[in-house]
């Protein structure tokens, strides 16, 4: 007889908070997501954007502020956004509407499942992951976002040249991700002045602030896929 194997899934690196959800992020939603939104079980990652598009992601982007700023900024390349909190998602597509934006697209969905199953092979020219979710008690460590299975799949998904552009105020956080990155073969380190420029100026989310307030030190990760 078989033995029925039952792989645990992992523990999610998030915990849903649908009910802080403002009446004006609902209604942006309503109203925004046909123009904005992705849902990866209908539409496959090739037709998001035209062909041959330069795609950025952006993975937890929160209320969204580093993609509203890079859509503005950069209106030659495309950004992708995923998000598993719906009001962000809410915020962002309200103010992107606002401002004429068209060159973003989000999902709501988890992350890991998508660069598992669902981004394309070598389509990405960068992955900006600001500030995931600390997880800093040693029991709650295995949720966070950042494993190596995940760092597979941006290795995967990434085209060569491309960057993954890592931040944290998560001391430990960032000397684990910075353990495992180091042994990714074909992720070389750089240094954050070999980032394009635009990557650079990214002004400082709320999250950022508040943890420079805090006096948490930001601390970044810097590679390319060689
Ligand atoms: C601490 S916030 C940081 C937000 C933003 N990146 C910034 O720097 O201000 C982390 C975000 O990651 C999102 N998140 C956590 N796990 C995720 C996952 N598996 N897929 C997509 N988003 C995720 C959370 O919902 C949250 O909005």
Same mark, same amino acid.
Not at 66 to 76: A, F, M, T
Not at 146 to 165: C, M, P, Q, S
């Given at each position: 007889m078989s033995k029925n194997i039952t792989k645990k899934a992992p523990p999610r690196s998030y915990v849903i908070r649908n009910g802080r959800v403002t009446a004006s992020q609902k209604k942006s939603i309503k109203e925004n997501w046909s123009e904005f939104g992705v849902d990866p079980k209908k539409t496959? /990652?090739?037709?998001? /954007?035209?062909?041959?598009s330069r795609i950025i992601v952006e993975v937890g982007f929160g209320s969204g502020e580093n993609l509203l700023h890079l859509s503005e900024d950069q209106n030659s390349l495309h950004f992708l956004g995923i998000e598993v909190y719906t009001s962000g998602i809410g915020a962002l597509i309200r103010r992107a509407k606002k401002r004429g934006v068209l060159n973003l697209k989000v999902i709501n969905h988890d992350a890991r499942n998508l660069f598992n199953n669902f981004i394309a092979k070598e389509s990405l020219e960068a992955v900006l992951i600001f500030h995931?979710?600390?997880?800093?008690?040693r029991k709650h460590n295995k949720r966070r976002l950042v494993n190596d299975l995940f760092i597979k799949n941006i290795h995967k998904t990434l085209k060569r040249g491309g960057f993954l552009y890592f931040k944290t105020d998560s001391l430990d956080y960032f000397k684990k991700v910075n353990l495992k990155l180091n042994n990714v073969q074909g992720l070389k380190k750089i240094k954050i002045e070999e980032l394009p420029i635009f990557l650079q100026s990214i002004p400082k989310s709320k999250y950022e602030s508040k943890a420079i307030t805090n006096k948490n030190q930001v601390n970044y990760l810097t590679y390319t896929k060689s």
């Amino acid at each position: 007889m078989s033995k029925n194997i039952t792989k645990k899934a992992p523990p999610r690196s998030y915990v849903i908070r649908n009910g802080r959800v403002t009446a004006s992020q609902k209604k942006s939603i309503k109203e925004n997501w046909s123009e904005f939104g992705v849902d990866p079980k209908k539409t496959a /990652f090739k037709e998001i /954007f035209p062909n041959n598009s330069r795609i950025i992601v952006e993975v937890g982007f929160g209320s969204g502020e580093n993609l509203l700023h890079l859509s503005e900024d950069q209106n030659s390349l495309h950004f992708l956004g995923i998000e598993v909190y719906t009001s962000g998602i809410g915020a962002l597509i309200r103010r992107a509407k606002k401002r004429g934006v068209l060159n973003l697209k989000v999902i709501n969905h988890d992350a890991r499942n998508l660069f598992n199953n669902f981004i394309a092979k070598e389509s990405l020219e960068a992955v900006l992951i600001f500030h995931p979710d600390p997880w800093p008690k040693r029991k709650h460590n295995k949720r966070r976002l950042v494993n190596d299975l995940f760092i597979k799949n941006i290795h995967k998904t990434l085209k060569r040249g491309g960057f993954l552009y890592f931040k944290t105020d998560s001391l430990d956080y960032f000397k684990k991700v910075n353990l495992k990155l180091n042994n990714v073969q074909g992720l070389k380190k750089i240094k954050i002045e070999e980032l394009p420029i635009f990557l650079q100026s990214i002004p400082k989310s709320k999250y950022e602030s508040k943890a420079i307030t805090n006096k948490n030190q930001v601390n970044y990760l810097t590679y390319t896929k060689s």
